[in-house]
């Protein structure tokens, strides 16, 4: 288990600030704080699964921010989904501002400058989802960054039971459970996202979501492409095109990464009592040199190296001595 936990408890006071400024850059990215605090309290609990991070943190009134340098160290691009779990913080992004009170949750984005400022001691947890994995969940994530969804909005309240939730079992889950939980808070938070997508014109719309759930219904059928997907739907597959390229998809691009994501989740939960190739076939690859290839350039190892590292965390953690 990848658990880090960082407290000011022992620290001499005029430590801890400084501190502080340090530890929050080692785990939600590069930050800078404002000023200095005299007796500062603050506690950080993290854990890594793939590449997610997911973060839990207890802090004091304090401020900073996010500037092009910091945005220029930065090696990969990341979405945050900052759940308030209490206290109050307000957070700018863009020409977005938003003011978050406990049960309240915002999707900020690595590549652009930001700004926070703690109004009053807080406990939350921030997940830092890779871009690129995010748009798997939302592919309209560019849209809805420094949205606030209130606690109380449509799926608010059902989002918010199972942040607080994940954040109480943060020290507690086994890498195996979180690895399977955590696309189950993707897609909850995504879904809770997507009331705010649709009242903003040009974006999201019952139409892409039913054209998604008939692909996800339909990934086992190695036949499934985009004249059937428009033909099924009424549709020309030139508007269909058109409907994924304005989220930044295509939609055989769509089709491959629903696909092979599939294909991981199998190979982590399978105790190789299916082989790999099996798995494959079963969602919609028939050449298993192109399944190996495609899984390779997407998760950057290949089918067999991914599945023996799995297995290997696994035996470590139910056997650590």
């Not at 189950?184 to 996202?193: I, K, P, R």
């Not at 759930?213 to 190695?222: G, S």
């Amino acid at each position: 288990m990848k658990l880090r936990k960082w407290t000011t408890a022992d620290m001499p006071a005029r430590e801890r600030f400084g501190a502080w400024r340090d530890t929050l850059s080692a785990t939600h990215l590069d930050w800078d704080l404002v000023g200095t605090e005299p007796d500062f309290h603050a506690d950080v609990t993290e854990r890594r699964v793939n590449d997610l991070r997911l973060v839990g943190c207890r802090c004091d009134p304090c401020e900073g921010f996010r500037a092009s340098d910091h945005l220029a160290r930065q090696e990969n691009d990341y979405i945050g989904i900052l759940f308030e779990l209490a206290g109050s913080e307000l957070v700018r992004q863009g020409d977005r501002e938003a003011t978050l009170s406990p049960g309240d949750f915002v999707i900020w984005d690595s590549r652009h400058q930001m700004e926070f400022r703690v109004l009053e001691p807080l406990k939350k947890i921030t997940i830092l989802v890779p871009r690129t994995a995010m748009r798997r969940f939302l592919p309209e994530v560019d849209a809805i960054v420094g949205m606030c969804v209130e606690g109380a909005d449509g799926l608010g309240p059902l989002v918010g039971a199972h942040l607080r939730q994940l954040s109480a079992a943060l020290e507690t889950l086994e890498d195996r459970d979180l690895r399977l939980v955590t696309d189950t808070t993707l897609e909850l938070v995504s879904a809770g996202l997507r009331p705010k997508l649709e009242s903003l014109p040009f974006v999201g719309g019952d139409l892409f979501d039913r054209l998604r759930a008939y692909i996800d219904e339909r990934l086992p059928d190695p036949e499934l492409s985009p004249s059937q997907i428009a033909e099924e739907n009424k549709i020309s597959v030139r508007y269909l095109h058109k409907i994924f390229s304005s989220r930044g998809q295509s939609v055989s691009r769509w089709i491959q990464k629903q696909r092979l994501y599939r294909c991981r989740r199998a190979l982590e939960q399978d105790a190789r009592e299916r082989s790999i190739t099996d798995i494959a076939f079963a969602w919609g690859f028939n050449d298993t040199a192109h399944f190996s290839r495609s899984f390779r350039a997407e998760f950057g190892t290949s089918p067999r190296e991914f599945r023996k590292n799995v297995h290997e965390t696994d035996d470590h953690s139910s056997n650590p001595l």
